[in-house]
């Protein structure tokens, strides 16, 4: 079974990386140039690609993987792309320090995203 929504929520938000990457290397430079964080705007943005194709990945193939863990690696991978990036982009733009401390919980819902595609892998379907 492919699951739809996460190739659907896959292909907006790899939209969306490809907007803001733009945006960032075009429309923001004087103000990265004035604060400093054009290479935390480019770490979100990678990650935000990354895990937009990581994301893609699990919708084509979760039906070789176990059904839960496929919908748990889907749902990290969504919560950890907007939590991470999200929080990463917002101190970039807008420079709110504390931002940065959102940042970790976006990691570990990505890192334990990736195992669930590791475990669901493993364990095959269901």
């Given amino acids: 079974m492919i699951y739809r929504h996460f190739v ?30 054009g290479d935390t705007f480019q770490t979100a943005s990678d990650y935000h690609m990354y895990h937009a194709l990581a994301l893609l990945l699990v919708g084509l193939a979760g039906d070789r993987m176990a059904g839960r863990w496929a919908t748990w690696a889907g749902y990290l991978l969504i919560a950890g792309l907007l939590l991470f990036s999200g929080s990463l982009y917002i101190l970039a733009i807008f420079d709110v320090g504390f931002m940065g401390a959102v940042a970790p919980f976006g990691g570990t819902a990505l890192i334990a995203g990736w195992l669930c595609i590791a475990a669901g892998f493993w364990r095959g379907t269901d």
């Fill in 8 to 37: 659907i929520i896959a292909a907006v938000l790899a939209a969306l990386g490809v907007a803001l990457g733009a945006f960032g290397a075009h429309g923001l430079a004087a103000v990265f140039e004035a604060n400093g964080r």
